[in-house]
């Protein structure tokens, strides 16, 4: 399983971690940084009151299940 991992710093100097489920084949930096400016500039997401201040990391975090014999 595949997931996009965009880790936020907050106004107040704390971090939130957004999850995104099978993020699409192929996406790029570029396209992650052009979607998370759209939400900066819009004040889109507020964590505990406080609204997301930058992209501080981002990365597509892969987990396999290995089934027990």
């Known amino acids: 399983m595949r997931t ?3 880790v936020f710093t907050l106004d107040n100097d704390k971090t939130s971690t957004f999850s995104l489920s099978t993020p699409k084949t192929g996406l790029t930096l570029a396209e992650v ?13 507020v964590v505990g009151g406080s609204p997301i201040a ?5 990365y597509i975090q892969e987990v396999n299940r290995i089934e027990l014999a």
Do not use: P
């Open 4 to 6: 996009l991992k965009m």
């Open 33 to 45: 940084m052009e979607v998370s400016e759209a939400m900066l500039a819009k004040e889109a997401i």
């Open 54 to 58: 930058e992209l501080k990391d981002c």
